[in-house]
């Protein structure tokens, strides 16, 4: 009887192909963004069934939620770059999706540092957690609540990355960033197809901030808060 051979990705060599890819692309310029991607193994946060979609270019989605997907690994570097991550730093991410952006973000912070994560779907926060435990990434404080206002029990963050899109950044957001600091987020709305500013806001030593538009997004709406 003829025996079937069934094909095992090589997700190692995938890895490097897709942070290749992106550097020649110009979407990744860090060299501490682009050693983190080849760290993480993507093909962890996402469905098993997914899991060989894990190094393409295309968003994933995120089983039982309410409409939440991993965006495509290239939106990333998009968000990072400009918040210029550092070893040490504490950071707040607003949108969890499948927890592949607060690893990378604990890769870059390193020991010294802090993620914490908010998602508000139930489903989305269970899958996280499952993903980072078995990716190694247990000390990353995943949260199940809305994070329109942060999460002032570990304010002050150096670093906030509002990955949902928003109409507006709450003041309570703001008033966490330490001083300096940066936040960055998809302001717009989440409807229609023309997609968010991606907006770098930066605080400065006397608590001054100024905002920079730096292109257009899409990215799924922040859920869980009415925004008016």
């Known amino acids: 009887m003829r025996q079937l051979t069934v094909s095992v990705p090589d997700h190692g060599r995938l890895r ?7 550097v020649r692309q110009g979407h990744l310029v860090s060299t501490k963004l682009a050693e983190s991607m080849r760290r993480v193994p993507r093909e962890l946060f ?3 069934k997914f899991a060989h979609l ?5 968003p994933i989605p995120i089983p039982h939620s309410t409409g939440d997907w ?5 939106q990333y570097p998009l968000f990072y770059e400009p918040l210029d991550i550092r070893q040490g730093d504490v950071l707040l991410e607003v949108g969890t999706g499948s927890g592949y952006g607060a690893a990378l973000a604990r890769e870059m912070v390193g020991p010294g540092g802090r993620v914490v994560t908010m998602e508000v779907d139930g489903e ?9 435990a078995e990716a190694g990434y247990t000390d990353v404080v995943v949260v199940n609540e809305d994070g329109y206002n942060g999460f002032p029990e570990l304010a002050p963050f150096d670093k906030i990355c509002v990955t949902v899109a928003c109409e507006n950044i709450s003041g309570d957001l703001l008033q ?4 300096p600091g940066r936040l ?5 709305s989440s409807t229609g197809i023309r997609g968010q500013g991606l907006t770098l806001f930066k605080k400065d030593e006397d608590g001054e901030v100024t905002k920079e538009t730096l292109g257009t997004v899409i990215c799924s709406p922040l859920l869980g808060h009415e925004r008016g």
């Open 46 to 48: 996402v469905e098993a």
């Open 54 to 58: 894990a190094y393409s270019d295309r």
């Open 176 to 179: 966490q960033l330490e001083r």
């Open 16 to 22: 490097e192909e897709m942070v290749r890819r992106y």
């Open 184 to 188: 960055i987020a998809p302001i717009g």
């Open 124 to 132: 989305a926060y269970r899958f996280t957690r499952r993903c980072l």
């Open 70 to 74: 991993t965006p495509q690994a290239s």
